[in-house]
Nanobody
Framework: QVQLVESGGGSVQAGGSLRLSCAAS?????????MGWFRQAPGKEREAVAC????????SYVDSVRGRFTVSQDSAKTSVYLQMNSLKPEDTATYYC?????????????????WGQGTQVTVSS
């Protein structure tokens, strides 16, 4: 049974940085898979933030975070990270780690097979 375990959320002032981590326990690497991060703010729909394809490391980002956030994976390709710099109050949300198949996971959330429990990120002005 695959489980996604997130860590690294917290509270920070605008302009600050946080790094989220997600480890996939019980997971066996498949080169067709991607991992990434979605988020949901109160009263808003869940949205894709960033994804990375395990095989070739291709990444995708939502426009609002491009240039500020960086998604990466470990050498074993079982963990994914999200480095968040220059944080803004509008980045405040619960962030969810995801695992699924295909290159375009962020654009095709129906391919998500596992969700993490979520970690809270709060950015104050």
């Amino acid at each position: 049974q695959v489980q996604l375990v997130e860590s690294g959320g917290g509270s920070v002032q605008a302009g600050g940085s946080l790094r989220l981590s997600c480890a996939a326990s019980g997971y066996t690497y498949r080169n067709t898979d991607s991992m990434g991060w979605f988020r949901q703010a109160p009263g808003k729909e869940r949205e894709a933030v960033a994804c990375i394809h395990k095989s070739d490391g291709r990444t995708s980002y939502v426009d609002s975070v491009r240039g500020r956030f960086t998604v990466s994976q470990d050498s074993a390709k079982t963990s994914v990270y999200l480095q968040m710099n220059s944080l803004k109050p509008e980045d405040t949300a619960t962030y969810y780690c995801v695992l699924g198949y295909g290159v375009t996971l962020c654009q095709n959330p129906e391919r998500i097979e596992k969700w993490g429990q979520g970690t809270q990120v709060t950015v104050s002005s």
